[in-house]
């Protein structure tokens, strides 16, 4: 009798041990999606594959008419979407700090003059604008940028990225207003071109 | 006879035994250790690895500041190779009976981003060390400061942050 108790016993601690094991593996599983999630909180929206990754970007603005904005440029006046009205553009939000966002910039520029007859417009928007006019005009002269450079307030940050603070964000919007392409971190230089492309053809003639 | 088949037993399933307290404790452990890995999120891109040092008082002494960086990023050396960029800073604040000398920085490792591999960046990644010289008053000390710092990933930026760091030791 005692013997069986005792192998009842030893029969119960292994399945303890078995369902341990198995609470801890399940543990460890939600464990490693959390933490997955952490590094997904810290790059919003993409993964290191991902860069520049159209599909990589937020998408909540993919599909519907872009945000309106009056910005300050750097010579203090004020610039709005509307005055964009009815041209292919593509707003960068970029940063002083931003050593990707100088990668691309130039790239930009190029764009801008090379689809210039297509009515194409390049607009940045600073997103660290706190670091004030002359710093910025500083970096975008360093960076042979002539399009224009507009300062960021929240709305606008609220508006379009939506409490990402990862740079560069690019929207590419159509002649009709729309937003059809969100692009997240510096992509290569030719997939740059072929959104800028697709922009511009986008929303009929 | 109950007692040789008890002893019997006993040798029978100790192994067993042992071995269901060493899972059970080994399982409980790697729970704990998980448990602080799992609400650890990685929110901030840099962690100070603070462990209490201690040093010869009143002689001169290198304490070491060790830093880690959330892997699948980089943050700016203190020398970035351009100017636009905003370096690896640690301000330090006065601390009784501490005299603190010149930081000494780690030298960056070379970075590019991908598409632009021309550009070499000079950046921290993985750990760091930073010296700080010092002579203290034998006693418990502490240095508060601020890392400052710019993190990337290798296809886009994050705003500067700041990570508060408290310099625990005792010099004897």
């Avoid at chain 1, 929207?171 to 697709?198: C, H, N, P, Q, R």
């Amino acid at each position: 009798m005692r013997r069986a108790i005792l192998l009842l016993m030893m029969a119960a601690g292994l399945a303890l041990v078995v369902w341990s094991g198995w609470q801890n593996l399940r543990q460890r599983r939600s464990a490693m999606q959390a933490q997955q999630q952490g590094r997904i909180d810290l790059m919003p929206g993409m993964s290191s594959a991902a860069a520049g990754d159209p599909s990589a970007g937020q998408s909540q603005l993919r599909g519907q008419p872009a945000p309106a904005f009056n910005l300050l440029d750097l010579n203090g006046k004020t610039v709005s979407l509307s005055n964009f009205k009815g041209r292919p553009l593509l707003i960068n939000f970029w940063g002083t700090y931003c050593a990707p966002c100088k990668i691309e910039m130039p790239w930009l520029e190029e764009f801008s003059k090379t689809y210039a007859p297509d009515g194409f417009q390049v607009i940045g928007i600073t997103y660290d604008s706190e670091v004030g006019r002359d710093i910025i005009a500083k970096d975008v002269h360093k960076l042979g940028v002539t399009y224009p450079i507009l300062l960021s307030t929240p709305k606008a940050e609220n508006d379009y990225l939506s409490g990402t603070e990862a740079l560069p964000m690019s929207f590419y919007i159509d002649k009709t207003g729309k937003v059809i392409e969100v692009t997240a971190g510096l992509g290569s230089k030719d997939e740059l071109e072929s959104m800028v492309k697709e922009t511009i053809a986008s929303g009929g003639q | 006879m109950k007692a040789t088949w008890l002893n019997r037993t006993r040798h029978t399933f100790a192994p067993i035994v042992s071995l269901v307290f060493i899972l059970a404790t080994t399982s409980h452990l790697g729970c704990a250790q998980l448990g602080m890995d799992a609400s650890a999120k990685p929110r901030a891109t840099v962690l100070y690895a603070a462990e209490p040092q201690t040093v010869p008082a009143a002689r001169r002494a290198v304490l070491e500041l060790r830093f880690q960086i959330v892997p699948g990023f980089h943050i700016n050396s203190h020398t970035p190779n351009s100017q636009l960029l905003i370096p690896t800073t640690l301000a330090l604040q006065p601390a009784e009976g501490v005299k603190a000398g010149e930081l000494v920085y780690p030298a960056g490792v070379p970075y590019s981003f991908p598409f632009d591999p021309a550009d070499k960046l000079d950046v921290y990644a993985g750990d760091f060390i930073i010296r700080l010289p010092i002579v203290a008053t034998a006693g418990d000390h502490a240095i508060d400061g601020t890392l400052k710092y710019q993190a990337c990933d290798n296809a886009s930026c994050y705003p500067p942050k700041t990570l508060p760091v408290r310099i625990v030791f005792t010099a004897k």
